[in-house]
């Protein structure tokens, strides 16, 4: 069992104890298949506990998942999902959307990551021109692939935008409680409260072994209930039913439960070593201009700039991607397991690898 730890994504940590303890305690005995048992009547608890009362969720395996059923009840099968061209359901999910789902993305360019209003309203013409994919649906990501976050305000504009002019507004949360951590606001502050429709709510880079799920903010309205009543059967149709959910389910309580007290620690830890990865990466160019950190870290990613001699020799000892080939523009994630020594350590190998080139 290799021990190597790396700054390549939060996906590459391991499974939070509290996890693995939930996971131990729902193994004995019997409980009714597909939902029907006593985790997931408990995370419909937890659910309407942060977004609301009348948030309903719908536990999957992954984020992928949870984005292309989310996606696939909030349109028709002539309409199309507005989002930003460096979107996870654009540039990192095999074109699952359009494979699956049978979806348009009509993306835009944004050099934060970040949809505003006037990116959106660009995509919103030919509305009833037959020989357009129709735009349904405004997708976000909380915090972006570009690790920025939207403030409330943001997503209310885009929201609004949205049912002005009769579409929904989904927000991708693989990484939800990191924006919340940073925000230092609630889950509901910056989804249903400023009319966001659908969240899919990541578990797996916060502590979980395989456990996502897709919440509809508020089942009451017209459009939420119809969402609500399709979930189930894109579910099951998107192979994405758990039989045994009680082993998903119980990951997200006891992520999420007691207010999201497991995973906002674990957020704010990560969260809090990106930081001083930022921070430090950030001294560290004052004596080496090759160096540069365009973007401050807002959350648990960092994007400096380095030399590409420098990165492939940093690669060597740390795992990380290269997020842009002709800038030279890495992307360093921590998570909830990333210690002070870890992050110490790439800042001293950084400074010795550049010391050697100069």
Sequence with gaps: MSNQRGFASDNYAGVHPAVLEAIGKVNGGHQVAYGEDSE????QEVVKELFGPNAEGFPVFNG???NVIALQAATQRWEAVICVES???HADEGGAPEKMAGLKLWTVPSPTGKLTVDLAKSQ???IGFVHRAQPGVISITQTTEMGTLYQPEEIKA???LAHE???LLHLDGARLSNAAAALGVSFADFTTKVGVDLVSMGGTKIGALAAEAVVVTDTQSVR???LAAAMPFLRKTSMQLASKMRFISCQLNALFEDGAKVALGNANHANAMASKLFEGITEIAKSHLVVSMPNRAEANAVFPILPADITEKLQQFYR???WNQATGQVRLMCAFDTTDSDVEGLLSKLRELLAARS
């Design 224 to 226: 939420g209930k119809e």
């Design 165 to 167: 002019h009769g579409l």
């Design 87 to 89: 979107a996870h359901i």
């Design 320 to 322: 990380f991607y290269v």
């Design 158 to 160: 885009l929201a609004d």
């Design 64 to 66: 992928t998942g949870a």
């Design 124 to 126: 919103l013409f030919d």
């Design 40 to 43: 997931t009547l408990r995370f």
